[in-house]
């Protein structure tokens, strides 16, 4: 946790957000949360956001008029996020925000959620029995017709763009970060944990949760920054459509950088 606090008392979360690659990923990710939420269909939609960094999801929610709870580790994170809620804001939009491990959601009751965000941690826990924990956490906490988004960063993506397009690959395989078919060996000491989608299945398995469907939010946007970025608006937005179309194809999916799964408790 010492080293996840650094990183992002560091990191500028809100400029990755809104920069075109992260742009990318939180529209096509809104694109389904607003597609399940109409689907729920009711009136005092109560959501969670575990893992909630700067607040981009649950600023965003709050403002199309839902009741948001927001658990946060990193204080920076927190701090940027309330600060956010009082500038954006209005009185009549109430966002609870507070510091919360998400393996461990002392604050939340059994079933209280319809809808629970699990977006980042899941980036962070290196164990499969951490990994576990937070979904069970996350399923504890959200209703029996509700529903849960777990999103992973990829590990084939790691292989190709740090291994490979970067030249990290040889010495990658010299410390023996890599496995044989070269699937990630995570040590504990880094910053990120990456998964394939057999290893998803094996957690949901594990914690007892059955997928509805699972998508990608920014399929090859990560591997083409430089290129998003000299986008004309309107070539950007046919990115946006491109993506969001194919978010879901299996064929895609294993090799973007994230991944969302859509999952029934």
């Not at 969670?48 to 600023?59: L, P, Q």
């Not at 962070?124 to 979904?135: G, I």
């Not at 969001?244 to 294993?254: A, E, V």
């Amino acid at each position: 946790m010492a080293d996840l606090v650094a990183y992002y008392n560091k990191f500028n979360e809100d400029k990755r957000l809104l920069s075109r690659h992260g742009q990318v990923e939180f529209r096509v990710t809104m694109h389904y949360i607003k597609k399940l939420l109409k689907e729920i269909g009711k009136t005092g939609i109560k959501i969670a956001d575990i893992g909630a960094g700067t607040g981009r999801y649950s600023i965003a929610l709050t403002k199309e008029g839902y009741e948001v709870f927001a658990a946060e580790p990193v204080n920076y994170n927190l701090g940027i996020l309330k600060k956010h809620a009082r500038e954006e804001l209005t009185d009549g939009q109430k966002l609870e925000a507070f510091a919360s491990d998400a393996r461990k959601l002392k604050r939340f009751g059994d079933e209280e959620f319809d809808l629970t965000l699990l977006l980042g941690p899941l980036y962070h826990l290196h164990s499969t029995e951490d990994k576990v924990k937070a979904l069970t956490e996350a399923k504890r906490i959200t209703k029996k017709d509700g529903i849960i988004l777990a999103g992973y960063v990829m590990a084939d993506y790691a292989v190709v763009k740090y291994g490979f397009m970067e030249g990290n690959i040889k010495e990658s395989v010299a410390k023996g970060a890599l496995r044989e078919d070269f699937g990630i060996v995570s040590d504990e000491d880094e910053l990120y944990d990456y998964v394939r989608l057999s290893d998803i299945d094996i957690l949901n398995e594990k914690a007892g949760l059955s997928r509805r469907y699972i998508f990608t939010p920014d399929g090859p946007a990560d591997y083409i920054r430089n290129v998003l970025n000299e986008m004309d608006d309107e070539t950007f937005e046919l990115f946006i459509d491109y993506q969001t179309k194919n978010s879901m194809r299996q064929d895609l999916i294993g090799a973007a950088s994230h991944c969302v799964d859509v999952l029934m408790v």
